[in-house]
């Protein structure tokens, strides 16, 4: 069963996407090579794909992922799960397919979504194909998917990655000093909630965080975020200027 961590502290509220610059959403098959340990879904998947994925994602252009596991159905990338061995057979695709609200987990993806890449062998695609259609009809933009031989597909899957750039969306103020405040930047909006992991004191725990709104810094694209922390055994809500880099999409733990 999947279980979201989120902070009890902050209102659920659905934010509007008020212009045309959409998230960019990838979808990955699993692979056969895994970890041999527990760990996070897009940490366990040790093939080719994935090392393609590692080797030319940016932490400033990221595109929101979804992982299509043969025996899980879709995962977030950080959804912890254990190794296993169960093949993508036609089989088992028909078995998905016909039963689809079983795999799909619509929490897990975007309101709405701009390009979108399928990175999967045959089987793996209809799956995504059929999911795609279930959750944004007659919305759905034109699509990329790989194809031809692993080598190909894993430049492919390079080429796309190499190719996103992420933008500041939507004014919605400013500073005092002038800098402009936006609601987006990438997959980042303004409401959601992000996991921060701060990069230069990796042995910080995690915590959520909520983000107000994004802004150009002097050390890059920064979110202005609300943190939980713990002030004499009280939970507290922190004001916190945090770098785009250090946030992550929210963390799902299979149980």
């Not at 793996?124 to 190909?152: C, D, F, K």
């Not at 303004?190 to 002097?218: E, H, K, N």
Request: hydrophobic share 40%; proline share 7%; glycine share 8%.
């Amino acid at each position: 069963m999947l279980s979201t961590m989120q902070l009890s502290l902050f209102p659920h509220a659905t934010i509007p996407r008020p212009d045309a610059s959409e998230p960019v959403l990838l979808l990955m098959a699993c692979s056969s090579t895994k970890l041999d340990r527990d760990a996070r879904a897009i940490d366990l998947y040790r093939g080719v794909m994935y090392e393609s994925y590692r080797a030319h994602v940016r932490s400033d252009a990221a595109p929101r992922v979804l992982i299509l596991s043969a025996r899980h159905g879709f995962l977030q990338p950080d959804t912890k799960i254990a190794p296993y061995d169960e093949p993508m057979t036609r089989q088992r695709a028909d078995q998905m397919v016909a039963d689809l609200s079983r795999y799909l987990r619509p929490a897990a993806w975007p309101t709405r979504i701009g390009k979108v890449m399928l990175a999967g062998g045959k089987e793996y695609r209809r799956v995504m194909h059929a999911a795609l259609a279930r959750q944004y009809g007659p919305t759905l933009p034109a699509l990329q998917e790989t194809s031809g031989g692993i080598g190909m597909q894993r430049s492919q899957l390079g080429a796309f990655l190499d190719g996103l750039t992420s933008v500041f969306r939507h004014r919605i103020g400013q500073h005092a000093n002038g800098t402009p405040l936006y609601r987006g930047y990438g997959w980042i909006e303004a409401g959601a909630i992000a996991t921060l992991l701060y990069r230069a004191a990796p042995a910080l725990p995690s915590r959520q965080a909520r983000v107000l709104s994004v802004f150009q810094g002097p050390g890059g694209p920064t979110a202005d975020v609300e943190v939980e922390e713990f002030v004499r055994g009280r939970a507290k809500i922190c004001p916190r200027w945090v770098s785009v880099r250090d946030l992550h999409p929210s963390t799902e733990v299979l149980a």
